[in-house]
T-cell receptor
């Protein structure tokens, strides 16, 4: 199972772009990189998933270099409501009858200040 | 929208009591999961199920059991609650095949064992 390493905490200010980097040196060929967001007293929520290069949706962008040993979640122009814990996970999507354990580490606690 | 509903947001139980945590999902998902979340440890998988009456142990199954008699319902059982089972419990579900393998979480059940 690919282990991930990400910063424990980050601080930012409203309107800034935030980049959270995750390293996953042992990523396997069929592994995807997935990020979740968790607000206090709620379950995690899927943000974005990618395999290689760049993925963008309405919430974030995910940059993955060619060697796939790291990835960067980019949050454009953060607001106070982006204060949350962000988890980087590496693994293959689960299919019926099979399972790839996704490990949630401690995540990165992002604090956005006024 | 997918909805994962956990029966109780907050529970207080005594050591030795039998505890049932119920989870219901309304999107006909094949896969269901129980995690516990503790400060600094992230989310840890207790049990998961990929079909009715099927269950698999996760990383920390000791002291827990599960039941999945119907596709939409996944129950976590603490046969004899202990103080070290005080935690936030999160239920999740995901579709069985293809896609991103996105996990849909409930809001959590915070259990205190006295």
């Amino acid at each position: 199972l690919a282990k991930t390493t990400q910063p424990i905490s980050m601080d930012s200010y409203e309107g800034q772009e935030v980049n959270i980097t995750c390293s996953h040196n042992n990523i396997a060929t069929n592994d995807y990189i997935t990020w979740y967001q968790q607000f206090p007293s709620q379950g995690p929520r899927f943000i974005i998933q990618g395999y290689k290069t760049k993925v963008t949706n309405e919430v974030a962008s995910l940059f993955i270099p060619a060697d796939r040993k790291s990835s960067t979640l980019s949050l454009p122009r953060v607001s106070l409501s982006d204060t949350a814990v962000y988890y980087c996970l590496v693994g293959a999507p689960m299919f019926s009858g099979g399972y790839n354990k996704l490990i949630f580490g401690a995540g990165t606690r992002l604090a956005v200040h006024p | 929208d997918v909805k994962v509903t956990q029966s109780s947001r907050y529970l207080v139980k005594r050591t030795g009591e039998k505890v049932f945590l119920e989870c219901v999902q309304d999107m006909d998902h094949e896969n269901m999961f129980w995690y516990r979340q503790d400060p600094g440890l992230g989310l840890r998988l207790i049990y998961f199920s990929y079909d009715v009456k099927m269950k698999e142990k996760g990383d920390i199954p000791e002291g827990y059991s599960v039941s999945r008699e119907k596709k939409e319902r996944f129950s976590l059982i603490l046969e004899s609650a202990s103080t070290n089972q005080t935690s936030m419990y999160l239920c999740a579900s995901s579709p069985g095949t293809g896609g991103t393998g996105e996990l849909f979480f409930g809001e959590g059940s915070r259990l205190t064992v006295l």
